[in-house]
């Protein structure tokens, strides 16, 4: 169907007999124009969980007390993911998550300019009454 039948207005109907009959790949027809939809596909699917690592420092070891904790996360990964994984990793309630990005410095070698990396860590608070043993043997 060109653009011209439309600017027309003859309007093709498909008919039941010219449809696959894979369910998988289901065709929906438009009632208002009669145009044939196809579902799109996705062509990369994310994780449910992102990889966390815990972030060991004297900082973190003190906010540890109040109930937060600090992890190192990817880049790309956001607040949702982070709760996610950690509730399921280490199975406490997580009550709030916030993530503070790093942008990657610039750095000079005598003429050659390069870039540090970028990074982003993730404070985590627990429900009252959730601990993590993270320090432990540091």
Do not use: C
């Not at 009550?95 to 300019?113: A, D, F, Q, Y």
């Amino acid at each position: 169907m060109g653009i011209f039948s439309r600017l027309k207005g003859n309007k093709e109907k498909v008919k039941e007999a010219d449809k696959p009959h894979n369910e998988a790949a289901e065709e929906k027809v438009s009632e208002a124009d009669g145009l044939v939809l196809q579902p799109q596909k996705t062509a990369h699917k994310r994780m449910d969980v992102v990889a966390v690592m815990p972030r060991i420092s004297e900082k973190a070891a003190v906010q540890s007390s109040a109930g937060k904790y600090v992890f190192n996360v990817p880049v790309d990964a956001n607040k949702a993911e982070v709760k996610k994984s950690i509730e399921s990793l280490y199975g406490v309630k997580v009550t709030s998550v916030n993530i503070l990005r790093g942008i990657g410095k610039v750095v000079r070698r005598g003429r050659v300019e390069g870039r540090r990396n970028r990074w982003k860590k993730a404070v985590v608070t627990l429900k009252a009454g959730d601990k993590l043993d993270l320090f432990v043997g540091v």
